[in-house]
């Protein structure tokens, strides 16, 4: 489904969280971040947003054919959050890393490369064009899950 290129299959696959996983209010998040609340402030905002269950559905499609891992510009220490989050919607083994939000896109990037993979869903434009821009594969949400569930 997935190619690097010709005939060159893609093994993991690499997702956001907040957004991605979550339905959440990116612009009221964007505004508290603007305005530097904490970031534990922002997770009690955040944490317990609706799961994306169409996305859920799809990871659970493919987990048996490519190995899938959150990369989150969350900080290490909400990192537990997320692997609640995972245990509750039934999904394990994905790895999880978390990058911490200055300087997000680059060290999304960063980890990306560092990690050898070449596929990223996030449902921030910006992100994607950014990461585009330096030969990674990148899909919204919406997209994925269409292309993962027409199969």
Do not use: H
């Amino acid at each position: 489904m997935f190619r690097k290129s010709y005939n060159q299959e893609i093994e993991t696959i690499a997702l956001d969280f907040d957004g991605t996983f979550t339905y959440c209010n990116q612009g009221l998040k964007r505004t508290l971040e603007s305005l530097r609340i904490p970031w534990s402030i922002i997770n009690l905002l955040f944490i317990n947003s609706r799961p994306n269950k169409k996305l859920i559905k799809a990871l659970k499609k493919i987990q048996k054919d490519y190995k899938v891992v959150i990369i989150s510009s969350r900080p290490t220490f909400l990192r537990k959050k997320i692997e609640n989050f995972l245990v509750t919607e039934g999904l394990q083994e994905i790895e999880i890393i978390c990058t911490g939000w200055l300087r997000r896109k680059s060290r999304k990037l960063e980890a990306l490369k560092k990690s050898g993979i070449s596929v990223y869903i996030d449902n921030e434009k910006d992100i994607r064009d950014f990461l585009k821009k330096n030969l990674i594969s990148t899909f919204s949400p919406l997209t994925f899950c269409r292309m993962v569930l027409t199969d």
